[in-house]
């Protein structure tokens, strides 16, 4: 079992930033891949950014690229979401996920089926 416990939620104005921090185990973010979805009231979850395990790159759906930034921190075995020029629509309950084994494709990780471990999520809101 691989423990996840998102924090950073909150409400916030339509430009304002705000950081998501997933805390795991001791190694996880190194051995896991880790990926941020959200779910926005009445509607699927979807995919939002991912993080590799042993290269550490990253990946994102299209509507949130050149404004989130998914990063890791080993000594904190943490995983963060860094949210800039939040947009209404970015309003959601955000989750962090774990994938035991290894995605490489997009259409792989992209998928919350493929992941094993899921944190209990935190609210974003974002006001206009």
């Given at each position: 079992?691989?423990?996840?416990?998102?924090?950073?939620?909150?409400?916030?104005?339509?430009?304002?930033?705000?950081?998501?921090?997933?805390?795991?185990?001791?190694?996880?973010?190194?051995?896991?891949?880790?990926?941020?979805?959200?779910?926005?009231?009445?509607?699927?979850?979807?995919?939002?950014?991912?993080?590799?395990?042993?290269?550490?790159?990253?990946?994102?759906?299209?509507?949130?690229?050149?404004?989130?930034?998914?990063?890791?921190?080993?000594?904190?075995?943490?995983?963060?979401?860094?949210?800039?020029?939040?947009?209404?629509?970015?309003?959601?309950?955000?989750?962090?996920a774990a994938d035991r084994n290894y995605c490489a494709s997009y259409g792989c990780f992209s998928a919350e089926y493929?992941?094993?471990?899921?944190?209990?999520?935190?609210?974003?809101?974002?006001?206009?």
């Amino acid at each position: 079992q691989v423990p996840l416990v998102e924090s950073g939620g909150g409400l916030v104005q339509a430009g304002d930033s705000l950081r998501l921090s997933c805390a795991t185990s001791q190694g996880a973010a190194g051995s896991y891949g880790i990926a941020w979805f959200r779910q926005a009231l009445g509607q699927e979850r979807e995919f939002v950014a991912f993080i590799r395990p042993t290269t550490g790159t990253t990946d994102y759906t299209d509507s949130v690229k050149g404004r989130f930034t998914i990063s890791r921190d080993h000594a904190k075995s943490t995983v963060y979401l860094q949210m800039n020029s939040l947009k209404f629509e970015d309003t959601a309950v955000y989750y962090c996920a774990a994938d035991r084994n290894y995605c490489a494709s997009y259409g792989c990780f992209s998928a919350e089926y493929n992941y094993d471990y899921w944190g209990q999520g935190t609210q974003v809101t974002v006001s206009k």
